[in-house]
């Protein structure tokens, strides 16, 4: 049974960092890649990261490049997601999702799996 679980979500002030974890069971995760979305209040669905299954391949939005950091480690069959220097709109839920095959899209028809969220709040 193919399962992510995400945590590590929070409050924090603007400016402040968080660290997300992704972790995976029911699959073989170096096969894969995962993408990292993100919901806020009101919004759409967007992608916000994603690596594919070696690691060596690595997107981000526009909106958190230089600021998230996505990394995996394989043998603990988990996905993190560095946050760093957050502002007010990175409010939302949080997302991981495997990937169909192992490519490594910011669009979610390109993910199977999902985890049920972790809550990312950032306010003052």
């Known amino acids: 049974q193919v399962q992510l679980v995400e945590s590590g979500g929070g409050l924090v002030q603007p400016g402040g960092s968080l660290n997300l974890s992704c972790a995976t069971s029911g699959f073989t995760l170096d096969w894969y890649s995962i993408g990292w979305f993100r919901q806020g209040p009101g919004k759409e669905r967007e992608g916000v990261s994603c690596?594919?299954?070696?690691?060596?391949?690595?997107h981000y939005a526009d909106s958190v490049e230089g600021r998230f950091t996505i990394s995996r480690d394989n043998a603990k069959n988990t996905v993190y997601l560095q946050m760093s220097s957050l502002k007010p709109e990175d409010t939302a839920a949080y997302y991981c999702?495997?990937?169909?095959?192992?490519?490594?899209?910011?669009?979610?028809?390109?993910?199977?799996?999902w985890g049920q969220g972790t809550q990312v709040t950032v306010s003052s």
């Open positions: 690596i594919s299954g070696s690691g060596g391949v690595t």
């Open positions: 999702a495997r990937s169909f095959d192992g490519l490594c899209l910011l669009a979610d028809y390109s993910y199977s799996y």
